[in-house]
């Protein structure tokens, strides 16, 4: 397929640019990124109907029990002390499993991009799964490094804070307005810092050919120079995205009220209301809304591949003209 100037990755582009482009070449392509996905896509909704069961039925039918218990002065059982714990342990496995699916979801759409920038076209797969481990791997490792680097500032926060409550007891009670202030500024801050992380991460997986350390270090400085793009990108990007997922979680977010209200009027005395089928009802509802999600999340992927290069034809230009002075 000949390669089309107006697809090509490697082009100077506006952020208005870089949304259409990518928003159109996902469009052109999904059925071929489909093909490839669609397994991971399902393992995803699967994970997102078993969180939407449990944390909408399951956790607030326990927590009833637990303040029932505690009301009535007999304690928590250690039965339901035990059940509570399972639940929460299960929650937080199928978040990482959910985490793990989506790295392995985001290798897979980097191959096709990988052929994207090679090629100029995305070829329909043979199989689902046509990444290399390689590449599974690289991108794990990537989005790992990527969130650990967001976390660490909150947790060196968090210790600060732990420190200054030990020394001083009551010191966050009596200052958690200023404290709330204080977080919501340092996360912005840190966003602002972080930003460059969208382009490093794809350096490192589409071309890098040293570990994601090094490259952060050798580019992390590119990436500051081009932080407007990055945040009008990620910004309209990450609004579209959240604005859609909302239209879509909207009927397993229903179902979620429903039960959380219907559980909080046991505390009153009030029968629990629900039909029998709700539990599997809410898994379906959370499983279907956790697959659409699933594809509409991919779109800042394919905004951060062309926002790179974006970047990388901005950078050549630069050198170029540097040279010419020279």
């Given at each position: 397929m000949k390669k089309l100037t107006s697809e090509t990755?490697?082009?100077?582009?506006?952020?208005?640019?870089?949304?259409?482009?990518?928003?159109?070449?996902?469009?052109?392509?999904?059925?071929?990124?489909?093909?490839?996905?669609?397994?991971?896509?399902?393992?995803?909704?699967?994970?997102?109907?078993?969180?939407?069961?449990?944390?909408?039925?399951?956790?607030?039918e326990i927590t009833v029990g637990i303040l029932q218990q505690?009301?009535?002065?007999?304690?928590?059982?250690?039965?339901?002390?035990?059940?509570?714990?399972?639940t929460a342990a299960e929650i937080f496995g199928l978040v990482l499993l959910a985490i793990v699916t989506l790295g392995m979801a985001s290798a897979t759409f980097l191959d096709k991009l990988k052929e994207h920038k090679?090629?100029?076209?995305?070829?329909?797969?043979?199989?689902?799964?046509?990444?290399?481990?390689?590449?599974?791997?690289?991108?794990?490792?990537g989005l790992l490094s990527t969130l650990l680097l967001l976390l660490l500032p909150f947790l060196l926060f968090a210790g600060d804070l732990v420190a200054?409550?030990?020394?001083?007891?009551?010191f966050l009670l009596r200052h958690s307005v200023t404290l709330a202030a204080m977080l919501a500024v340092y996360t912005v801050?840190?966003?602002?810092?972080?930003?460059?992380?969208?382009?490093?991460l794809m350096k490192y997986v589409m071309e890098s050919p040293c570990g994601y350390w090094p490259t952060l270090a050798r580019h992390y400085s590119r990436g500051l120079r081009h932080w407007g793009s990055l945040f009008n990108v990620f910004f309209l990007s990450t609004l579209l995205v959240a604005l859609v997922s909302m239209v879509i979680a909207l009927p397993?977010?229903?179902?979620?009220?429903?039960?959380?209200?219907?559980?909080?009027?046991q505390l009153m005395g009030d029968p629990l209301g629900m039909p029998s089928y709700?539990?599997?009802?809410?898994?379906?509802?959370?499983?279907?809304?956790?697959?659409?999600?699933?594809?509409?999340?991919?779109?800042?992927?394919?905004?951060?591949y062309y926002l790179y290069g974006s970047i990388e034809a901005k950078e050549q230009e630069r050198e170029q003209q540097k040279a010419n002075i020279q």
């Open positions: 990755v490697l082009k100077a582009r506006s952020y208005r640019s870089v949304l259409s482009t990518g928003l159109r070449l996902y469009t052109e392509n999904f059925r071929r990124l489909f093909k490839a996905s669609w397994l991971l896509a399902l393992i995803y909704a699967v994970t997102g109907g078993c969180l939407g069961t449990l944390v909408g039925i399951k956790m607030p505690i009301a009535a002065y007999e304690g928590v059982s250690p039965d339901t002390a035990r059940q509570y714990t399972v090679d090629t100029g076209a995305i070829s329909m797969p043979a199989h689902w799964l046509k990444a290399s481990p390689r590449l599974i791997g690289r991108t794990l490792k200054v409550e030990a020394a001083s007891p009551q801050i840190v966003l602002c810092f972080a930003l460059p992380l969208m382009y490093v397993a977010t229903i179902l979620n009220i429903a039960n959380q209200q219907a559980h909080l009027g709700i539990a599997p009802l809410t898994f379906c509802t959370a499983m279907l809304c956790s697959f659409l999600d699933f594809y509409v999340s991919q779109t800042t992927l394919i905004h951060n």
